[in-house]
């Protein structure tokens, strides 16, 4: 019998765990299911997938016990079709807006003190338009304007957070979960850094998930373009979501 000795601080595996294999695994034939079970039973799919595929980079043509370079692709095989259920999808979205005298600026759900404000059909908040799209997008459901189009006066002046739980309660009718969000501003001014964490507090609230997976960053043009002159704030999310258990 040949076996592979997992560690802690071995990309295959945990401590302690030794996995026995026979000769006629190692030539080809797929592993047996008790195998499989033994292999997989503490690992989340995430962890399994990126083992097997460290295991795949790091080891292939090495011997380990009976295992060979034709077994690690196996293994890597075998990761996928026992967690042929797990989807993680990523979402992009993107926004922008034109700043007038007369509007209130509002990111992120905060009103920010400031004397121009974003125009638009509801509050205009590019920031949460952005997650909003970057959430459909990975769900597959279209984007915001085929949702909530700003032809229709029941979105008049709307606030967009109402937009984002409408939005969260549509990925989660799709059987998906939020792992997290990544998002950036960008604005000449005004200084936004004050406000990110009742930002990343609004959108974490609304989406019924933990702040410290909403991250929100800022950042200027350098005076180049509509941003630089002052014409309008840009926002950029990426969202990570996955199937739910």
């Known amino acids: 019998m040949g076996y ?11 401590k302690g765990s030794r996995i026995e294999a026979s000769p006629q695994q190692a030539t080809g034939n797929l592993p047996s299911k008790d195998f499989r079970l033994f292999l997989f039973r503490s690992l989340t799919p995430q962890k399994a997938a990126r083992n097997a595929l460290a295991l795949l980079v790091q080891n292939s043509g090495t011997l ?3 295992h060979t370079m034709c077994y690690t692709w196996l293994y890597l ?4 079709v026992f967690f042929g259920e797990i989807l993680m999808r990523i979402g ?3 926004d922008v807006h ?4 007369g509007r209130k600026l509002i990111l992120g759900g905060v009103v920010i003190p400031f004397d121009k404000g974003l125009l638009g059909h509801s509050d205009a908040d590019v920031l949460v338009h952005a997650v909003c799209d970057a959430l459909l997008g990975a769900a597959g459901l279209g984007d915001i304007g085929a949702h909530f189009p700003d032809t229709d006066e029941k979105f008049k002046d709307v606030y967009s957070l109402n937009f984002l739980a409408m939005v969260y309660e549509m990925i989660c009718k799709q059987g998906y979960k939020i792992l997290n969000l990544d998002s950036t501003v960008f604005a000449h001014s005004p200084k936004l850094a004050p ?3 009742a930002m990343e507090e609004n959108i974490a609230r609304t989406l019924e998930i933990d702040p410290d997976l909403i991250n929100v960053k800022f950042t200027t043009t350098e005076g180049l373009g509509l941003v630089g002159k002052g ?3 840009v ?7 996955d199937r739910k258990n």
């Open 4 to 14: 592979l000795q997992l560690s802690r601080c071995d990309p295959r595996g945990y």
């Open 64 to 66: 380990y016990g009976c």
């Open 77 to 80: 095989f075998e990761v996928y």
């Open 92 to 94: 992009i979205g993107h």
């Open 98 to 101: 034109k700043l007038v005298s």
């Open 195 to 197: 406000y990110r964490k």
């Open 231 to 233: 014409h309008g704030i």
């Open 235 to 241: 926002a950029g999310c990426i969202a990570l979501i």
